[in-house]
């Protein structure tokens, strides 16, 4: 078990261009969550799914923030345009239910 | 302007002490608690869990004790390591909803 797969580790972009991070999670969960983790707010949920399907975006911060899962084993968090302020490592997260929930190593991004 | 982050606690011991870390819950329908470590660089790693039909749950080197009267939750962690240095987080979720996260506490082991 590979557990759960996030890539770019590291991403460095400039302010107004789209950023694309990437989620695969564990097989055979059902549940995918995606968190943000700064220093000022601690770890946030943005989003999550159960069964491909967005259940409660309430965490997404603005419009800017999207969230597809088009299948059961890969999800994206798109931020287009991106600002400074979304600099901040961020988690996905799988589960099934009933189970805890593993977390990937994290994408640590940065707007400059 | 300043910014002002996040002040976590902290819990400063020596190797080989007990240490135990504190969570205060918010939900008193909570039916479901998690302890995450997390180290420098790294995602959260799940440690032990508990359901709200036991008070008390043992890992390896880690006990788990749950007090729904108080919605209190500590973890208790043996022969403390400074491997066991990182961020320590609770997390309650009700049902099959999503988890939610206290602030976290730091463990800082000297050896």
């Known amino acids: 078990d590979a557990g759960v797969i996030q890539s770019p580790r590291h991403e460095v972009t400039e302010m107004g261009q789209e950023v694309t991070l990437r989620c695969k999670p564990i097989s055979g969960h059902n549940s995918l969550f995606w968190y943000r983790q700064t220093m000022m707010r601690g770890l946030e949920l943005l989003i999550y799914?159960?069964?491909?399907?967005?259940?409660?975006d309430s965490g997404m911060p603005e419009d800017r923030f999207s969230a597809k899962m088009p299948n059961a084993s890969f999800s994206t968090l798109k931020i287009q345009p991106s600002e400074p302020r979304d600099s901040a490592v961020y988690f996905c997260?799988?589960?099934?239910?009933?189970?805890?929930?593993?977390f990937g190593s994290g994408t640590r991004l940065t707007v400059v | 302007g300043e910014s002002v982050g996040l002040h976590l606690p902290t819990l400063s011991v020596q190797e080989g002490d007990n240490s135990i870390i504190n969570c205060a819950y918010s939900?008193?329908?909570?039916?479901?608690f998690i302890w995450y470590k997390q180290e420098s660089g790294k995602g959260p790693q799940f440690i032990i869990d508990i359901r709200s039909n036991m008070d008390k749950r043992q890992g390896q080197r880690v006990t788990v004790l749950l007090n729904k009267t108080v919605k209190h939750l500590s973890l208790q962690i043996a022969a403390t390591q400074p491997g066991d240095s990182a961020v320590y987080f609770c997390a309650e979720r009700v049902g099959y909803s999503t988890l939610t996260f206290g602030k976290g506490t730091m463990l800082l082991v000297s050896p």
């Open positions: 799914f159960n069964n491909n399907v967005p259940i409660d």
């Open positions: 939900n008193s329908a909570s039916d479901y």
């Open positions: 997260a799988s589960s099934l239910a009933g189970t805890h929930t593993p």
